[in-house]
T-cell receptor
């Protein structure tokens, strides 16, 4: 399937800092999704992007659908300890399946 | 609206046994997908069902199978369990498979 490359692999930051992570693909996607997963739980949808160039916010989270349709970015402003988790980007293929990146692990210290 | 529910949440089996996992989608969602999550391979697609029909299958052996009932609930079965089948099995539902997928909490399977 289409491979999604996420970076960075992990981040260790202090509370209050801003966070940026991105996801790139060799193929074009028509939808980009960002999920957060906490230990022992399933991924929770944070933001869905449906149009190239689209910039969407959800509270302190902002995500953008790249113009080339081959990348997406997620920013978290003023991080707090409950932002800890693994953030995944995902894109649907034509076969009703989601392709996922390997995730960005975020640790926030008080 | 209730989310996706999965049962059981935890399961311990031994090699050679079989296991059945259950998933109830969000009310009104007709598409159910299953994923396997492991530390090494990440999230990998197993199969997707819509209106009781499997529309797509990932690259997993035939020991992995599933089905969907008329009420959209789905079950996944793994036969002849292997140690490498230890994983978090996630179910996701969407309106028709092309819309955004919402995940359940997963079933953590440990094969000894």
């Amino acid at each position: 399937g289409q491979q999604l490359n996420q970076s960075p692999q992990s981040m260790f930051i202090q509370e209050g800092e801003d966070v940026s992570m991105n996801c790139t693909s060799s193929s074009i996607f028509n939808t980009w999704l960002w999920y957060k997963q906490e230990p022992g739980e399933g991924p929770v949808l944070l933001i869905a992007l449906y149009k190239a160039g689209e910039l969407t916010s959800n509270g302190r989270l902002t995500a953008q659908f790249g113009i080339t349709r081959k990348d997406s970015f997620l920013n978290i402003s003023a991080s707090i300890p409950s932002d800890v988790g693994i953030y995944f980007c995902a894109g649907p293929n034509s076969g009703y399946a989601l392709n996922f990146g390997k995730g960005t692990s975020l640790l926030v210290t008080p | 609206k209730a989310g996706v529910t999965q049962t059981p949440r935890y399961l311990i089996k031994t090699r050679g046994q079989q296991v059945t996992l259950s998933c109830s989608p969000i009310s009104g969602h007709r598409s159910v997908s299953w994923y396997q999550q492991t530390p090494g391979q990440g999230l990998q697609f197993l199969f997707e069902y819509f209106s009781e029909t499997q529309r797509n299958k990932g690259n997993f052996p035939g020991r992995f199978s599933g089905r969907q009932f008329s009420n959209s609930r789905s079950e996944m079965n793994v036969s002849t369990l292997e140690l490498g089948d230890s994983a978090l099995y996630l179910c996701a539902s969407s309106l028709d498979g092309l819309e955004t997928q919402y995940f359940g909490p997963g079933t953590r399977l440990l094969v000894l």
